[in-house]
């Protein structure tokens, strides 16, 4: 054994003990969490895993050019990392293990690979530090030490690459020098020095290879970039399903609610801190933080890590938390008006290239807050006082639900003889603008001759708001008293006009042991237009419309085509399209029970939303929630445009072609 082998085995042996042990003191901390399967269906897992992670699915999605650019460092990354295992092996081994004992043919070929792809490497490093020191968006930590070490060191391994195989090439050393166009190019730069010198020049390249390399390694776990070691994993273990719905409140530990301190989170909330790449594009997707707002999904991501990194240690030890999640002041540490800016609008999720799961950590904290530290924004102590007395956000006597039933004769809900359970939800039969809607589809169910009933006063609030504030206690009432109520009651159908209603009974109930068949009021409309049991005399007029898709209709529950297509046969032509739209739309503001609280930091999310939809110059805005209605109204009298742009919800469009 040479010395310089001798010595690089010291190197290597000292560099992986210290790579894994790091490691270890990170990753062991995941082990806090609380339990999550994340190991079910693993066929799907591993086609996710090759999809979003592999096939950088999202990462080159959307309005994000640069994302092809880390698409090439990914996979440049994926190709080099045979080439540099093949290094550091034949650094030890250099008389057994080496590429050009391969088949000649193999060998060249790998040859080539590895010369180009180090140089697109190289040149993607260069794109990325432009972007940062000349074009970053304001999304991003742009001149970071971080990213610069990072982006130095893969840098220094690229001209390392060349500038060895360069100077291997100038001695005559190598023997696929024919395929190594880059590497040859470099060898004639080296073409007048001497052998001696030569050798020399090689070594020292060698050894700044080696370093580079090992040093690369040991700094991976202590950077962001540690997502290179999480970020395909963490696509393994994203939710097979949306995330459309909360984890129950039998996810406590020592009767201990929400998540006041790391370790009350699940495991995978844990290692979603370790996987974010800091791309920002939650950030620049948030309505909250696009308005003004305290909130910055990357920013609670990683103070997520910062907190279990820092308080890790001593909770294995069975000591207190020294640095406190929630309250914000100092890195790891969140603040508490961050935590309430949530809409839960789940535009972070759609647009997250590892699948990291933002919305869920911030409802744990609000529980934390709601039920254990009783801290919450003060309009919130009469809405759960109404919800709790009165079933419904403003406290208005039950009896005033089946106001709306007279206008129409709504019949009520016969067990065994009514197909339908008609679900208006607290807004639909409460709130005066939004008993049109309600009107609306009950003419409409009638025309088309569907067997449909309400409860009529007896109907309750589903819930939706208690558990995206973190009320989880006031739901899980109001849940089982719900599903106790529409099993007695014989229901198995039932047609949902509030989107936040829909996805709560569809999806939340499950949790409880509900299983209902529930079906949103755009849903069926449509369906009994294409089957014929629903005539449309005439087309309706609304001038100009543009569609704005509801977040919890939309981008958690993917119903996107179904109200266009409503719309196109209501009115004979497709709707205008905002530019945000569809997976990507924008939030209308009251969502997470933000319907219910003031906003008053930066800008009112519903007027940034009205001010997109206005730059198509429409002459009507139509929605598919009871909750945008209001917001949109609102929105367009604060710009005062209400004279100009109506708000429509699309039943009352698809009346008008009915009359």
Known sequence: ????????????????????????????????????????????????????????????????????????????????????????????????????????????ALALIFDVVSLLALI?????????????????????VDAFVILGLVATLMIAFF?????????????????????????????????VTLANVKLIF???????????????????????????????????????????????????????????????DLFDSYSCTECGRCTDNCPAANTGKELNPRLVIHDIKINLLHNGKLIKQGKA????????????????????????????????????????????????????????????LSLFENLENRSNPWGIIPAERSRWVAEVNAPSFEKDKTEYLFYTGCAGSLDTRNK???????????????????????????????RRLGNEYLFDRMARENIRMMQE????????????????????????????????????ILQLIESGKLQLKNKADAGKIIFHDSCYLGRYNGIFDQPRKLIEKATGKAPMEM?????????CGAGGGRMWMEETEGTRINIARVTEAMKSDPDTICVCCPYCVTMMEDGLTDIKASDKVKVIEISELVEKAIK
């Not at 569809?506 to 409880?512: H, S």
């Open 206 to 268: 060698w050894w700044v290879h080696a370093f580079a390399l090992l040093g690369f390694l040991c700094y991976l776990p202590y950077s962001k970039h540690m997502h290179i070691l999480t970020s395909i994993p963490n696509c393994f273990f994203k939710s097979i399903d949306k995330v459309n719905t909360q984890t129950p409140e039998v996810f406590k530990k020592d009767n201990v609610y929400g998540a006041g301190r790391v370790d009350r989170m699940r495991w995978k």
């Open 579 to 587: 530019d945000r739209r569809r997976e990507t739309s924008f939030c």
């Open 163 to 195: 500038s060895l195989h360069g100077s291997g090439i100038a001695l005559g050393e190598e023997a696929a020098a024919a395929w190594m166009p880059i590497s040859s190019f470099v060898a004639t730069l080296f073409r007048d020095l001497p052998a």
């Open 489 to 524: 009651a014989g229901v198995k159908k039932i047609i949902v006009e509030c989107p936040h209603g829909y996805n709560t009974i569809k999806n939340d109930y499950k949790q409880f042991g509900a299983d209902f068949e529930v079906i949103h009021h755009a849903e069926l």
């Open 436 to 466: 049109r809607n309600t009107e609306a589809i009950a003419r409409i169910l009638n025309a088309a001759g569907v067997s449909w009933g309400t409860f009529g006063k007896d109907e309750k609030c589903c819930g939706d708001s208690a």
């Open 321 to 380: 938390p020294e640095l406190s999640l929630i309250g914000g002041g100092k890195e790891g540490s969140i603040k508490e008006d961050a935590i309430w800016a949530c809409t839960t609008c789940g535009a972070c999720m759609e647009v997250c290239p590892v699948s990291i799961e933002h919305v869920p950590k911030l409802v744990y904290m609000r529980r934390d807050l709601v039920e254990m530290q009783a801290k919450f924004p003060d309009e919130l």
């Open 124 to 144: 993607a490093v260069i794109i990325a530090i432009s972007r940062r020191l000349w074009f970053a968006p304001k999304y991003i930590e742009a001149k970071t």
């Open 1 to 108: 054994m040479t010395a310089q082998v001798t010595i690089f085995a010291i190197v290597f042996a000292v560099a992986v003990i210290f790579f894994l042990w790091s490691c270890w003191q990170r990753f062991s901390l995941v082990a806090l969490g609380l339990p999550d399967n994340r190991i079910d269906r693993i066929g799907l897992r591993i086609w996710n895993m090759l999809l979003y992670a592999f096939g950088q699915k999202r990462v080159v999605a959307g309005k994000y050019p640069f994302g092809w650019n880390h698409f090439v460092f990914f996979w440049c990354f994926l190709i080099l990392l045979i080439a540099n295992t093949e290094f550091l092996f034949h650094g030890l081994f250099p008389d057994i293990i080496a590429l050009s004992k391969l088949p000649e043919g193999l060998y060249h």
